[in-house]
């Protein structure tokens, strides 16, 4: 169902795709044309248009949508769902795996074809734990859009919240520029906060910079958003329910 719905609207899929696919060659060409001749500035031999490419290829898959949800709450659509023999948190994010798929395989076919990268170059042990980090990095994004879908059991429009909250992560995730090139205080700032571990974090450990404390901090850090994201969700979710009225608009 979830293909099908992506694939319903083939000249808006086809559009959105080659958009992906322009922005991204921009973006890795702009980020070689600065910093990429210089030596000083790569990470661990990786040029840093890599980077940009693995950055975006993760922010693609770890990318949750709140819309359809809060969408549901605030038009009366969930009295449907719990009604029904399925987890509504499973169903929605079911649906939402075949954008991540398409996106995931669009983005290794560009960093093949652009920087020519291969994932032979990356050891077994950081391809492993990379692999895990996405994988919390998605739950943990994921518990955060629906808490933010949650608001709208007390409020008509929540995109102003998703606005705010991921317009200021994009900085401190690393997908605006690399951490390492912001301040000190505010690199020291995004160790506090869940934004580092939903991409940036991955991308480390892809291009081998964590030493073992950075990794093993830095895997308890994203195990540790994921359990208190899924809390938060929890709780927004049982007080929000306690209430609903499927009355929708």
């Not at 994203?222 to 007080?239: E, G």
Request: proline share 4%.
């Amino acid at each position: 169902m979830g293909f099908q719905q992506l694939l319903e609207y083939r000249v808006n899929f086809v559009w959105s795709t080659i958009g992906t696919v322009i922005s991204t060659i921009i973006l890795y060409l702009f980020w070689v044309a600065i910093l990429g001749s210089n030596p000083q500035m790569r990470m661990s031999g990786f040029a840093l248009g890599n980077y940009y490419l693995f950055i975006t290829l993760i922010g693609a898959i770890t990318f949750s949508n709140f819309r359809p949800v809060s969408d549901d709450i605030w038009e009366g659509d969930l009295a449907v769902d719990l009604l029904r023999p399925y987890n509504y948190f499973l169903k929605m994010f079911l649906l939402e795996l075949p954008y991540k798929i398409t996106r995931m395989l669009l983005g290794l076919v560009l960093i093949f074809f652009i920087s020519r990268f291969t994932f032979l170059q990356i050891p077994l042990a950081n391809l492993i734990l990379a692999s895990v980090a996405v994988l919390f990095a998605i739950g943990t994004r994921a518990f955060m859009a629906y808490s933010i879908a949650g608001l709208a059991f007390w409020f008509k429009r929540v995109h102003g919240f998703d606005a705010l909250i991921f317009s200021f992560g994009r900085l401190f995730s690393g997908e605006l520029i690399p951490l390492q090139f912001l301040p000190p205080a505010l690199i020291t700032f995004s160790l506090y906060l869940p934004f580092r571990y939903l991409a940036y974090f991955p991308v480390s450990i892809i291009m081998d910079e964590p030493n073992t404390t950075e990794l093993v901090i830095g895997m308890l850090s994203v195990t540790l958003w994921l359990a208190l994201m899924f809390i938060i969700n929890r709780l927004i979710w049982k007080k929000g329910l306690s209430q609903f009225e499927a009355t929708g608009r």
